[in-house]
């Protein structure tokens, strides 16, 4: 395993090349970053030309976002066929997406992520952390929109399950012959039973997730392992994060890690850094290396902080206490 980062292609558009250097000279040398503009447009030529862009400055194109992200469907939601559960429409994108998948074989990119994401990330009012940092929060009490339903209306959890397997019998057997990771981020957060029209996240319990994972079976389908997401679904993370760990990453289940944690739990959480939260994150990176776990381990969600560029300063704290770990351990950032 080694440290990582990502950044979406409209956060590509603003930093640029010179937030690849920036990466280069604070030791991250694998990233996930998605070319920019429309992925049903990507072609073959597009992602090479993207792959060599990221190499000239000694990097490492681990991964990149297929078209299902993490907004919600009302932000121009790019596959809402295959959400929704729409025929034909569904039909179209997922074959969009297999194209993406063999073309990012083709030109040596080896996985990708994705959501499969109806609701967004819900959060309430923000927080305020150390020093007065601004943290992510959810407060499931302070919620105001449960009863606001999406163009989804009121969804089942087996008519969501169903959406998932069409998707997932379709693009995982293309995965596989193409020996393309696929990693599936959990619904973040856990909310109550029949928030804004769903009778639950299903993706947001670690018993889903744990169904989803043996849905459709391959060494190619498997999770972004979002650290703080799945704690955001347990009653008490410190206690109760490793063994999760440990079942996923045993069974080779994790193919990227966000390496982010939280104080709280279930229904009720701030987003922290990665040393000021409850679980305990140096045990937690053991298990990780302990089960083989091969890929990224990378920030995500940081805190606000007062600097004039508030996200690449807290990532380069994130990117710092990550590798700071792995000397810690004697083991090499860098995967070598």
């Not at 919620?143 to 339903?149: A, F, I, R």
């Not at 169903?162 to 693009?171: A, D, K, N, P, Q």
């Not at 319990?205 to 799945?230: A, D, I, K, W």
Request: proline residues 5%; negative net charge.
């Amino acid at each position: 395993m080694y440290v990582g980062t990502q950044l979406g292609g409209d956060q590509f558009a603003k930093v640029g090349d010179r937030y690849l250097g920036q990466l280069a000279q604070l030791g991250v040398r694998h990233v996930c970053i998605d070319p920019v503009g429309d992925p049903y447009q990507w072609n073959r030529d597009i992602l090479a030309r993207h792959v060599d862009r990221i190499d000239q400055h000694g990097l490492v194109l681990d991964m990149v976002q297929l078209p299902l992200p993490s907004s919600g469907i009302e932000r121009n939601h790019q596959a809402p066929g295959i959400v929704l559960g729409r025929p034909g429409e569904r039909d179209r994108e997922i074959d969009g997406i297999c194209r993406i998948i063999e073309d990012l074989a083709a030109v040596g990119i080896g996985a990708a992520k994705y959501n499969f994401n109806v609701l967004g990330i819900p959060r309430t009012e923000s927080e305020r952390g150390r020093g007065g940092a601004v943290l992510s929060t959810f407060r499931a009490d302070k919620t105001t929109d449960d009863d606001v339903l999406t163009v989804a209306g009121r969804v089942g959890a087996e008519e969501f399950w169903e959406r998932i397997e069409y998707f997932l019998e379709r693009v995982v057997p293309v995965a596989t012959e193409n020996k393309v990771r696929l990693a599936c981020h959990p619904h973040d957060p856990m909310t109550r039973p029949g928030y804004r029209g769903f009778e639950t996240r299903v993706l947001s319990s670690v018993e889903g997730l744990m169904r989803f994972v043996q849905t459709c079976e391959s060494p190619y389908h498997g999770l972004n392992f979002c650290q703080g997401t799945v704690a955001e679904g347990l009653e008490n993370p410190r206690a109760e994060i490793s063994e999760v760990i440990r079942w996923f990453g045993s069974r080779k289940k994790i193919f990227n890690v966000h390496f982010r944690n939280i104080k709280g739990g279930r229904y009720s959480f701030t987003e922290e850094f990665p040393d000021a939260g409850d679980m305990d994150m140096p045990a937690t990176f053991k298990i990780y290396k302990e089960t083989g776990y091969d890929g990224m381990i990378m920030p995500d969600h940081v805190p606000h902080i007062d600097a004039d560029n508030s996200m690449e300063t807290a990532f380069a704290f994130c990117f710092g206490y990550i590798i700071a770990l792995f000397q810690a351990n004697g083991w090499d950032p860098y995967g070598a």
